[in-house]
């Protein structure tokens, strides 16, 4: 849950491995470099059950990679990897702390694709997502929530270039991935300056 003056931001695609994963950490890397990422709550999520615990599409990490943007999205792996002596945390997220020293240092984290939560509908300021579909069924899950919270919009809406789709990429080419990422770039920008 954001802190009362924290806001917070569920990026939303059908896998949550191409799109989404893009979004989060490009808008991260903005409200980082802008002194404003401990104001936010910063997530992304799937529509679908396609590809959860998946890390993100091999594609999208290059096109990040290339353009210098950490991917986040810290999964259980990054504490089964470093093996704890404990079983403490077990099944936990990694302490926000040693996920900031990650982040300082910008240190690629693994992601695992999550679907959206009914808490999620109650809990963020803003579910923004890429297309008419996700749209659709994330309105669909409204309908069994009392009292949504979020926002739910595209995030093609706040494109200065009014590119209001982002296109899945999937059966797309590194060109596609690209296209996701420079609308991202212009959308995330605009969001968090018209949300500074
Ligand atoms: N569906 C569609 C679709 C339609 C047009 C363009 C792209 C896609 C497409 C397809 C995917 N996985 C292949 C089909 C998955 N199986 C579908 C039947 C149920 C069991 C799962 C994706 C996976 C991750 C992220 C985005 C994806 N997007």
């Not at 997530?43 to 594609?59: F, H, L, Q, V």
């Not at 706040?158 to 296209?179: H, M, R, T």
């Amino acid at each position: 849950m954001a802190t009362s003056s924290g806001k917070s931001v569920l990026f939303v695609c059908l896998g949550n491995i191409c799109r989404s994963p893009i979004a989060e950490a490009v808008f991260r890397k903005m409200a980082t470099d802008s002194g404003e990422v401990n104001n936010w709550r910063i997530d992304s999520a799937a529509t679908s059950t396609y590809e959860i615990g998946n890390p993100p599409d091999y594609r999208g990490q290059a096109c990040m990679r290339k353009h210098g943007v950490p991917m986040r999205h810290v999964a259980r792996q990054w504490v089964i990897d470093s093996g704890a002596v404990s079983d403490w945390n077990t099944g936990s997220s990694p302490d926000t702390r040693a996920l900031a020293c990650l982040r300082k240092h910008s240190i690629e984290t693994d992601h695992s694709a999550r679907q959206v939560t009914k808490e999620d509908f109650l809990s963020f300021d803003y579910m923004l997502c890429m297309d008419e579909s996700n749209l659709r069924d994330l309105n669909r899950k409204t309908n069994s929530v009392k009292n949504c919270k979020a926002k739910i919009e595209l995030l093609g809406k706040y494109d200065p270039q009014k590119q209001l789709i982002i296109q899945d990429p999937y059966y797309g080419s590194e060109e596609d991935f690209e296209k996701v990422y420079e609308q991202c770039l212009r959308c995330c920008k605009a969001f968090l300056e018209s949300h500074s």
